[in-house]
């Protein structure tokens, strides 16, 4: 987001705040339903964004176009099968993907009733509706590759956690996706295929919404 300008970025901001809390609240949730109450006894099974962003990660993705939020722990040892560390992975981007949904549902709505003066009058609140959906496509196939520390790791290589190996591929895959999103934010390098799933299920969803 560092070479956005500033009008875009306060567009961008509340659905940044909404997408990353709701995307951890429903990691806390789903952790707490499938029976381990450590991420609720820490506060996080919580709509308040305070609870899940962190100051520095939210920084880097307004400087540096990639970050972090407040990551929810929860005791495996607690859940009643393997398979719910899955379901809890899974619960944050999934919770962004509805969202994404939700909203081009919304913004489909909204274009079709809209005359071309109202709609130049609302611009920057319909295309802070608009970059809402973008930024929870972001949010979703972001996480859902399988790197670590991503969800889509928790996911797609569960089966090998327990394996004695897992924590040097955990720290190894960390360094590597960080060094993979540094050079495609210097270098404008297109390594990981981020955007074009993006603009496909932006596109995909607000068709099927009527939106073309």
Same mark, same amino acid.
């Given at each position: 987001? =560092?070479?956005? =300008?500033?009008?875009?970025?306060?567009? $961008?901001?509340?659905?940044?705040?909404?997408?990353? $809390?709701?995307?951890? %609240?429903? !990691?806390?949730?789903? =952790?707490?339903?499938?029976?381990?109450? $450590?991420? /609720?006894?820490?506060?996080?099974? +919580?709509?308040?964004?305070? /609870? !899940?962003?962190?100051?520095?990660? &939210?920084?880097?993705?307004?400087?540096? #176009? @990639? #970050?972090?939020?407040?990551?929810?722990?929860?005791?495996? *040892?607690?859940? /009643? /099968?393997? +398979?719910?560390?899955?379901?809890?992975?899974?619960?944050?981007?999934?919770?962004?993907?509805?969202?994404?949904?939700?909203? +081009?549902?919304?913004?489909?709505?909204?274009?079709?009733?809209?005359?071309?003066?109202?709609?130049?009058?609302?611009? %920057? %609140?319909?295309?802070?509706?608009?970059?809402?959906?973008?930024?929870?496509?972001?949010?979703?196939? @972001?996480?859902?590759?399988?790197?670590?520390?991503?969800? #889509?790791? !928790?996911? %797609?290589?569960?089966?090998?956690?327990? !394996?004695?190996?897992?924590?040097?591929?955990? *720290?190894?895959? $960390?360094?590597?996706?960080?060094?993979?999103?540094?050079?495609?934010?210097?270098?404008?390098?297109?390594?990981?295929?981020?955007?074009?799933?993006?603009?496909?299920?932006?596109? &995909?969803?607000? =068709?099927? @919404? #009527?939106?073309?």
């Amino acid at each position: 987001m =560092s070479n956005l =300008s500033l009008v875009t970025i306060l567009q $961008t901001l509340p659905a940044l705040i909404v997408g990353l $809390t709701f995307h951890e %609240f429903c !990691h806390a949730y789903a =952790s707490y339903l499938l029976g381990d109450s $450590t991420a /609720k006894d820490m506060g996080r099974v +919580s709509l308040n964004p305070l /609870k !899940h962003i962190d100051p520095l990660g &939210f920084a880097f993705i307004l400087l540096a #176009g @990639f #970050g972090w939020a407040k990551p929810v722990e929860f005791d495996r *040892r607690r859940l /009643k /099968k393997h +398979s719910d560390a899955i379901k809890i992975a899974m619960a944050g981007p999934f919770a962004n993907a509805f969202l994404a949904i939700v909203l +081009s549902g919304i913004f489909a709505l909204v274009m079709a009733n809209v005359s071309r003066a109202t709609g130049v009058q609302y611009r %920057f %609140f319909i295309e802070m509706l608009y970059y809402g959906i973008l930024v929870n496509w972001g949010l979703f196939v @972001f996480n859902m590759l399988p790197i670590p520390p991503l969800d #889509g790791s !928790h996911i %797609f290589l569960s089966s090998y956690m327990d !394996h004695p190996d897992y924590a040097k591929i955990y *720290r190894y895959g $960390t360094v590597a996706l960080i060094v993979i999103l540094i050079l495609e934010s210097q270098f404008q390098w297109k390594i990981l295929p981020i955007r074009p799933a993006i603009e496909f299920l932006s596109d &995909f969803f607000l =068709s099927m @919404f #009527g939106y073309r």
